[in-house]
Every structure is written in structure tokens, then in C-alpha cells.
């Protein structure tokens, strides 16, 4: 202490190290979320958070490390139990000692990790997942949807220089049995962060050309088994759930089953389990259309065989037959003939017949026409011989004309008209004067 009372800070720092390390001198027990996490120099840097539950907003923030010694035990340990990286936007429980050092400040010194409670978050993250999906009605969409039966355009999502991928590819397109495949990559980050964004992006532009494509199969090999978290996150899940393409996964997790395997329509193991599926698949389908193939010709040829004895049999049997028709249907012309016949020589004499009666009726009738015409035609003469002009004319008479037509009123005529008049013998032309 100075003369003046005042302190250094390195002095009020030591008071202040000597009361936490004499006041707090115990280990315990904490739980937090981890908002940061680094390594410098071996030794991991950590910030530590706690969030409202209602309001989500930081109502706690801390500061810890662990020391390298420690370190590396500790994040083998957890990455082994849990399957997941020791990293940001994790919960986790940590054994820890109040520390204060007079140049770096206060921190809490990590000396143990509850790998437990951490799987314990992880899993209800999953089921809170996997509840919203239920929820949206939307868990089992891509499950549902029917697999193609030909398989074979295949949208990869991987990343582009990872061991898995070339594993798939090279089982896939260099089968045993000759199947072919079209493989076509969609690459994305498949470890660390930006695993969900980076297959959601890939997802997106396999949809752009949803029709090139029969299946989606998204694999990860390579990386390390443990770095798991993207692909338990909500959005990445709903992509994956209402992706219009069956969707198999592959992405190399041998402990549980993340939230992706569970709502993508196939789930194996391993990227190279992925191309087996396939292959096998293909492989069932190929073997049934070769039974089908098998069974059509089979029976193909047992119908031609069927119809070939059938016609053996109607060989011989038509010529019988068609001798039988034959004389069935001389029979039956012969006696349409013979009524034929009948008929038209009973036809005949009834006509004939008829014409008799007829010309007993006509002949008089005719007769008695012929007679009455005659008597017609004399009256009818000596009417036109009483009305022949030539007979008044030869008794004095006359008959005067103009243009033509006679005139039989006078006062039709008018000055200087041109008359006729006609005598029994020859003709005099005259002008009206008045």
C-alpha cells in the first residue's frame, strides 16, 4: 500500500486472488452452454453462457480454460462418450475452480466433464426436433414417398475430396454386376460448422433440377466421427422431410441415429453402404425382370405350342367339315329351287288367269269406248263444218279485219286506219276517213 493509502492494481489484484483462493478454494459442479470455444497453445479458451428460458437472452456469462495437460484427456474422453465435438451451442457440465490471476483476471479452471448430461441435452434437442416435425405433420413425408423402381440418376451430396464419396462412387459405377449408374456431385462442408447451411444450399440446387435425378443420397467419410452436430438441427431436417426425392443417408455414425437419419427414407451406415443399397436394390430389380422376362417366354411359348396343336386339329377336321357344309347347303339350294319353281309356275297361271278375266271385261268395254269416241268425233265434225268462216262468206258475208283481228264494233276505228275486208272471193283494203 502506498503512502497515500491508494493500491496498485497488481496489489488489489493479489487481495483480490488471495480472497478467492482462500473463499473459494473448492471445486464444483456447473452447467452452461458453451458460446465460444478455442485452443491456443494446447490450452482450451472457453466462454460459458446461461440463457433466460423464457426470453432466451443471456442472463450469465463466465469465462474458463482448461489447460493443456488436462485438455487433452478431457476432449478424447468427450468426444468418445458422446459422439459430438466439444464445441459452440453445446449445454455442458463442468467441474471447475475459481481462479483469479492478477494479469489475466478471473476464470474457472476446467478439471472434469460430465460427458452424460451432454448426451442427455443432445437427446432432448433431438426429441424437441423431432416433436416440431410430428407436430408439422411432416416426420415421415420423405419415408413415404415410393421408390423409384430404376434408381439410377443419383444427386450427391458430399464433400468434393472426402475418401467417402470416392468410396461410393467407386462401388457404385464399378458394381459386379454391370448395373449403370449416374452419379452426379452436389458438394458441400460435411464437418465443423456450416454442415446444415452447406447441405441445405446442395438440397436447394438438386431441386432446381429435381427431374435429372431418382434419389439423393448425402454421405460424409473422411472426417472425424465425432463432428455430428450439424446434422441435428430443425431447418436441415425440414429440408430433408418435405424434399420432394427420396432421400438416403450415409454420413458414418456408428452410435445413435442422428435427427437427418431418422427422417430421410433410408438410413445406412456408411457412404459405401449407401452404393450397396443401391447396387442391391437395382440388382432385385434387374433379377425380377429377368424372371419376368423368363415367365413371358415360357408361357409365350407354350400358347404358340397350344394353338399349333389346335390348328393341327381343325386341319383335319375342317376339310370334313367344310364337305359337310358344302352338301348341307346343296341340299338346301336344291329345295329352294324346287319352291322356287313352284312358285313361279304357280305364279305364272295365276297371271295368266288374271289376264283372261281381264280381257273378257276390256274387250267389250273397249268396244262400247270406241263407239261412243266415234259418235264424239262426228258431232265434233259437223260442229267445226258449221263453224268454217269460208260458209257465211260464200252466202254474201263479210268480214272486215284491221291488223289482223276482226272488228265487230265500229267505234273501235279510228281516222286513218288501215281495214281489210274479206269477201268469199279476194279482199278489199280500205282507210277510215272519219
Known amino acids: 500500500m502506498n503512502s497515500d493509502g491508494t493500491l496498485s492494481l497488481y496489489e488489489l489484484n493479489s487481495l483480490v486472488a488471495d480472497v478467492v483462493s482462500s473463499q473459494l478454494n473448492h471445486e464444483y459442479w456447473v452447467v452452461a452452454e458453451l458460446s465460444d470455444v478455442h485452443e491456443r497453445g494446447g490450452h482450451c479458451y472457453m466462454d460459458l453462457i446461461e440463457k433466460d428460458e423464457q426470453s432466451n437472452t443471456p442472463v450469465a456469462r463466465a469465462q474458463a480454460r482448461c489447460w493443456r495437460s488436462r485438455w487433452m484427456v478431457l476432449r478424447a474422453y468427450f468426444e468418445r462418450s458422446t459422439g459430438q465435438p466439444f464445441s459452440a ?45 410430428e407436430a408439422e405433420g411432416t416426420i415421415n413425408d420423405n419415408k413415404q414417398l415410393p421408390f423409384p423402381l430404376f434408381a ?28 449403370r449408374f449416374w452419379v452426379t456431385l452436389f458438394p458441400s462442408v460435411m464437418q465443423g460448422e456450416g454442415v446444415s447451411q452447406g447441405v441445405i444450399q446442395a438440397l436447394n440446387a438438386i431441386n432446381q433440377q429435381i427431374d435429372d435425378f431418382d434419389v439423393v443420397v448425402i454421405i460424409r467419410g473422411g472426417g472425424a466421427t465425432s463432428d455430428m452436430s450439424g446434422f441435428d438441427t430443425l431447418e436441415l431436417a425440414r429440408h430433408v422431410a418435405n424434399f420432394p426425392l427420396p432421400i438416403i443417408t450415409g454420413i458414418g455414425h456408428d452410435r445413435d441415429e442422428c435427427v437427418l437419419d431418422i427422417v430421410a427414407h433410408q438410413h445406412v451406415k456408411t457412404p459405401t453402404a449407401a452404393a450397396a443399397f443401391l447396387v ?11 424372371e419376368m422376362q423368363q415367365m413371358i417366354t415360357s408361357r ?29 347347303e346343296r341340299n ?42 266415234r259418235h264424239r268425233i262426228d258431232m265434233l265434225s259437223q260442229r267445226i263444218v258449221a263453224l268454217d268462216p269460208e260458209i257465211p262468206l260464200k252466202r254474201g258475208y263479210s268480214i272486215t279485219m284491221r291488223n289482223g283481228h276482226a272488228i265487230t264494233d265500229a267505234s273501235l276505228l279510228c281516222q286513218g286506219d288501215i281495214i281489210t275486208t274479206r269477201l268469199a272471193k279476194g279482199t278489199i283494203t280500205s282507210e277510215v276517213k272519219s
Open 89 to 133: 451451442g453445446i449445454k455442458v457440465m463442468l467441474k471447475v475452480k475459481a481462479q483469479f490471476h492478477e494479469n489475466y483476471g478471473f476464470a474457472w479452471i476446467v478439471s472434469d466433464v460430465n460427458p452424460s448430461f451432454t448426451m442427455g441435452d443432445l437427446a432432448l434437442r433431438r426429441q424437441e426436433i423431432l416433436r416440431t416435425l
Open 280 to 290: 442391391e436394390r437395382l440388382k432385385r430389380v434387374a433379377e425380377h425382370i429377368a
Open 152 to 179: 439410377q440418376r443419383v444427386a450427391v451430396v458430399s464433400s468434393e475430396g472426402a475418401a467417402g464419396y470416392g468410396d461410393f462412387r467407386n462401388q457404385l459405377l464399378n458394381n459386379d454386376y454391370g448395373l
Open 332 to 373: 338346301r339350294l336344291g329345295q329352294m329351287n324346287v319352291r322356287m319353281e313352284n312358285a313361279l309356275n304357280n305364279s305364272i297361271r295365276h297371271q295368266r288367269h288374271v289376264m283372261e278375266l281381264l280381257s273378257q271385261r276390256v274387250l267389250p268395254a273397249a268396244k262400247r269406248h270406241l263407239t261412243e269416241q
Open 300 to 328: 409365350v411359348s407354350t400358347t404358340l405350342e397350344r394353338e399349333r396343336l389346335r390348328l393341327v386339329r381343325l386341319s383335319s377336321v375342317i376339310p370334313q367339315q367344310v364337305g359337310m357344309a358344302l352338301m348341307k
